[in-house]
Antibody
C-alpha cells in the first residue's frame, strides 16, 4: 500500500521559514516524479512544485519561485519543501503527491499557517 | 498559463440521478486532463486521467470524455458517497486546477 506522510507544518511569522518533509512507503519512490500541491482554507487546489526522479529537474509555480525549494533523498524515500520568506498567502494545507499521468497518490497533508 | 473553468459551481441532485460536470480550458490541453474528487477533511483522489481513463479502483459509474478545450465528467447514477467537490486539472502546460464543482444533495 502506498503511503505518503507529510510533516513539518505549523505556525510561522511572515518572512519566516519552514521545511516540510514527506516520507514515502509502499512505492518505488526513486522512479517517480513527485509534487507538492497546496490548498488554502476553503479554497481550491494549486500545484506548487515538482521534481524529477533523479532530482535533476525542478519546476515551480511563479508565486513561489525564488522562495521555495523542492528536493528529495531517494535513499531515504523522502521529499522536502524548503519554504523561505513566507507570506500570509502561503497559508494552506500542503500535500505531497506522486505524479504520473495524474496526481495519483496523495498524503494527508500538513497545515502551514503564516501569521503574526 | 492555461486557465480551467468549471460549471456549474454547484450541482444539486438526488441519489440515483445523473450528474454532468463540465470543464473548459482557455487553450487546447489535448487529452491531458484529469478529474479528482475531494470530500471534507480528506485529500483529493484521482478519478479519471487523460480525459477518459478511469483510475484504479474507480467505479464504472464515473466516466470522462472530451479533448482539446471541452471536457465532461459524468456520474451515471449518484451514490450517497459521491456528494463531494470535483476538480479538473491539466498537465499539458504546467499544472493547473479548475475552481471545482460541488455536488450536493437536493
Amino acid at each position: 500500500e502506498v503511503q505518503l506522510v507529510e510533516s513539518g507544518g505549523g505556525l510561522v511569522q511572515p518572512g519566516g521559514s519552514l521545511r516540510l518533509s514527506c516520507a514515502a512507503s509502499g512505492v518505488t519512490f526513486s522512479r517517480h516524479w513527485m509534487s507538492w500541491v497546496r490548498q488554502a482554507p476553503g479554497k481550491g487546489l494549486e500545484w506548487v512544485a515538482n521534481i524529477k526522479p533523479d532530482g535533476s529537474e525542478k519546476y515551480y509555480v511563479d508565486s513561489v519561485k525564488g522562495r521555495f525549494t523542492i528536493s528529495r533523498d531517494n535513499a531515504k524515500n523522502s521529499l522536502y519543501l524548503q519554504m523561505n520568506s513566507l507570506r500570509a498567502e502561503d497559508t494552506a494545507v500542503y500535500y505531497c503527491v506522486r505524479q504520473t499521468e495524474a496526481f495519483d497518490f496523495w498524503g494527508q497533508g500538513t497545515m502551514v499557517i503564516v501569521s503574526s | 498559463e492555461i486557465v480551467l473553468t468549471q460549471s456549474p459551481a454547484t450541482l444539486s441532485l438526488s441519489p440515483g440521478e445523473r450528474a454532468t460536470l463540465s470543464c473548459r480550458a482557455s487553450q487546447s490541453v489535448s487529452s491531458y486532463l484529469a478529474w479528482y474528487q475531494q470530500k471534507p477533511g480528506q485529500a483529493p483522489r484521482v478519478l479519471i486521467y487523460d480525459a477518459s481513463n478511469r483510475a484504479t479502483g474507480i467505479p464504472a459509474r464515473f466516466s470522462g470524455s472530451g479533448s482539446g478545450t471541452d471536457f465532461t465528467l459524468t456520474i451515471s447514477s449518484l451514490e450517497p458517497e459521491d456528494f463531494a467537490v470535483y476538480y479538473c486539472q491539466q498537465r499539458s502546460n504546467g499544472f493547473t486546477f479548475g475552481p471545482g464543482t460541488k455536488v450536493d444533495i437536493k
